[in-house]
């Protein structure tokens, strides 16, 4: 059994920050890429930002500048540092981990989801 668990959401004032974690237990060989992806009210869920097994990141054209992802391989976590929020960042936000469990066998993994709240 594989686990992802987000926590760190919350409500935030426009232009504050968040910081957003994510962890990755059970039954893992290895993992490679992870992501945080959003889902706003009415719409579909989208990428945020991905980070590879060897650092290199990618970003979604609407945080590039403002929210930064890291990981630390070792621990199975991955980090979503947000700041200058807007409110069109509302939404809830999954972690993504692609995961291999044994040889062969690799699939994608959801956490539940952490609310973010824009507003003031």
């Known amino acids: 059994q594989v686990q992802v668990v987000e926590s760190g959401g919350g409500l935030v004032q426009p232009g504050g920050s968040l910081r957003l974690s994510c962890a990755a237990s059970?039954?893992?060989?290895?993992?490679?890429?992870m992501g945080w992806y959003r889902q706003a009210p009415g719409k579909q869920r989208e990428l945020v930002a991905a980070?590879?097994?060897?650092?290199?990141?990618n970003y979604a054209d609407s945080v590039k500048g403002r929210f930064i992802i890291s990981r630390d391989s070792a621990k199975n976590t991955v980090i979503l540092e947000m700041r200058s929020l807007k409110p069109e960042d509302t939404a809830v936000y999954y972690c993504?981990?692609?995961?291999?469990?044994?040889?062969?066998?690799?699939?994608?993994?959801w956490g539940q989801g952490t609310q973010v709240t824009v507003s003031s």
């Open positions: 993504n981990g692609r995961i291999r469990i044994t040889i062969g066998l690799e699939s994608d993994y």
């Open positions: 059970g039954s893992i060989s290895r993992v490679y890429a």
């Open positions: 980070i590879t097994s060897g650092g290199s990141t």
